[in-house]
C-alpha cells in the first residue's frame, strides 16, 4: 500500500494501517527516543506513547505541513523531552558536561531536541542569524540538511558547510575544544 493510502487509513482509525505505520517507522523513532533518554526500557515506553498519541491525534496530521514521519518525530521528540523535564528521570541521571550536549548536536543520527531542555538555546541566540537559523531548523525544528537548504534558499553544499562553522562557533561560546 502507498504511504499516502496508508496514512488516510491511518486517519480513519483502521487497525491494520496503524499496525503497518508501526511496523515501518517504531525502529527508527525508537531510536531517536533513545538518544535523548539513553535508556531502552524507558524509551520503548515513550515510544509507545508516542503511537497512542499520534492514533489519538490522527486527525491533526496535514501533508501539507510536513512529512508523516517528520509530525510523528516531533511527537516523539516531545514526548521523550518531557520524560526528561519530569522529576523522577531527573533524579535518576548525573548532570553531563556541555561537551557532551555540543557531541549531540554534531552526530548527524541524533535528533535530540534534549539541548532545548538543558538550555542551550540561549547559547546559540548569542550566534549570527544565519547560524541561529541552520541550528534551529537542522537541531531543533527536526529538518534534514536538503529540507534546511529548501527552506533558506541556498544550495545544500551551503548548509553543510554552515553547520560545521556553526556547531564550531558553539563550541566556542561553551568553551568546549
Same mark, same amino acid.
Request: net charge positive.
Given at each position: 500500500?502507498?504511504?499516502?493510502? %496508508?496514512?488516510?487509513?491511518?486517519?480513519?482509525?483502521?487497525?491494520?494501517?496503524?499496525?503497518?505505520? #508501526?511496523?515501518?517507522?517504531?525502529?527508527?523513532?525508537?531510536? @531517536? =527516543?533513545?538518544? $535523548?533518554?539513553?535508556?531502552?526500557?524507558?524509551?520503548?515506553? *515513550?515510544?509507545?506513547?508516542?503511537?497512542?498519541?499520534?492514533? &489519538?491525534?490522527?486527525?491533526?496530521?496535514?501533508?501539507?505541513?510536513?512529512?508523516?514521519?517528520?509530525?510523528?518525530?516531533?511527537?516523539?521528540? &516531545?514526548?521523550? =523531552? +518531557?520524560?526528561?523535564?519530569?522529576?523522577?528521570?531527573?533524579?535518576?541521571?548525573?548532570?553531563?558536561?556541555?561537551?557532551?550536549? *555540543?557531541?549531540?548536536?554534531? +552526530?548527524?543520527?541524533?535528533?535530540?531536541?534534549?539541548?532545548?531542555?538543558?538550555? $542551550?538555546?540561549? #547559547?546559540?541566540? *548569542?550566534?549570527?542569524?544565519?547560524?541561529?537559523?541552520? =541550528?534551529?531548523? %537542522?537541531?531543533?525544528?527536526? #529538518?534534514?540538511?536538503?529540507?534546511?537548504?529548501? /527552506? %533558506?534558499? $541556498?544550495?545544500?553544499?551551503? @548548509?553543510?558547510?554552515?553547520?560545521?562553522?556553526?556547531?564550531?562557533?558553539?563550541? /566556542?561560546?561553551?568553551?568546549?575544544?
Amino acid at each position: 500500500m502507498q504511504p499516502d493510502q %496508508l496514512i488516510a487509513k491511518f486517519q480513519q482509525k483502521d487497525e491494520s494501517a496503524f499496525a503497518e505505520l #508501526y511496523e515501518r517507522y517504531s525502529e527508527n523513532i525508537l531510536g @531517536v =527516543i533513545h538518544s $535523548i533518554l539513553h535508556d531502552q526500557e524507558l524509551s520503548e515506553e *515513550v515510544l509507545q506513547d508516542v503511537f497512542v498519541k499520534a492514533w &489519538n491525534n490522527a486527525s491533526s496530521y496535514n501533508s501539507k505541513k510536513g512529512r508523516f514521519f517528520t509530525w510523528l518525530l516531533n511527537i516523539a521528540r &516531545n514526548a521523550a =523531552i +518531557d520524560k526528561t523535564r519530569s522529576k523522577a528521570f531527573k533524579d535518576s541521571k548525573q548532570n553531563q558536561s556541555a561537551a557532551f550536549f *555540543v557531541d549531540i548536536l554534531e +552526530d548527524k543520527n541524533n535528533f535530540s531536541s534534549k539541548v532545548d531542555a538543558i538550555g $542551550i538555546k540561549k #547559547y546559540i541566540e *548569542v550566534l549570527e542569524p544565519i547560524c541561529k537559523k541552520v =541550528i534551529q531548523l %537542522l537541531f531543533f525544528k527536526g #529538518y534534514t540538511q536538503k529540507e534546511t537548504a529548501e /527552506e %533558506l534558499d $541556498i544550495p545544500l553544499g551551503t @548548509v553543510k558547510t554552515r553547520n560545521r562553522i556553526c556547531i564550531n562557533k558553539l563550541r /566556542e561560546v561553551l568553551g568546549v575544544t
